[in-house]
């Protein structure tokens, strides 16, 4: 796998929920590329809980539709935007957990819409949600023009990244 390197880390303003590594209540998500699918693994912590130990669905939705956005970054090399989002829960994912990995792909893509696979695990490997997620993508001038977004890369190096 590749870490993505993150093309706002260093943009003024830039606080995003999902993968702003300074955003203190942020989840502060980082991305691999492992082939065709993108990557996450995550810590849960107790502030993101609903009920007793137990992950938030909407936590899980930000997870899940924030892999589902680094997949039009990198893969499809353009910004977008979540128009509709289905979400499946099959398994409560405790905060106690050591980590959660998610991983992403591209399903389909027709003109500007792309329908993205998102699944998320707990640390024993165990499917507990997924997602599918239709992005209306841009084009690329206009992702450059209203999110700042020229291009996605990967850092060089293969790494394996610390669970």
Request: charged share 30%.
């Amino acid at each position: 796998m590749k870490k993505i390197i993150n093309p706002w880390k260093s943009m003024e303003g830039y606080n995003c929920f999902g993968c702003s590594p300074d955003n203190e209540a942020g989840v502060r998500m980082e991305f691999y590329e492992d082939v065709d699918d993108i990557v996450s693994i995550w810590k849960p912590r107790p502030e993101y809980q609903g009920w007793l130990n137990t992950l938030h669905g909407g936590i899980q939705s930000v997870l899940l539709d924030e892999i589902c956005g680094w997949v039009v970054f990198r893969k499809l090399q353009t910004g977008g935007v979540t128009s509709k989002m289905e979400t499946r829960f099959r398994k409560s994912i405790s905060t106690d957990e050591t980590h959660v990995v998610l991983r992403a792909s591209l399903r389909e893509q027709k003109r500007n819409i792309a329908i993205i696979e998102a699944r998320l695990y707990n640390s024993e490997g165990e499917l507990c949600t997924e997602a599918t997620c239709t992005y209306f993508t841009f084009p690329k001038e206009q992702a450059q023009k209203e999110m700042f977004f020229h291009h996605c890369e990967v850092e060089k190096e293969e790494i394996l990244p610390l669970i």
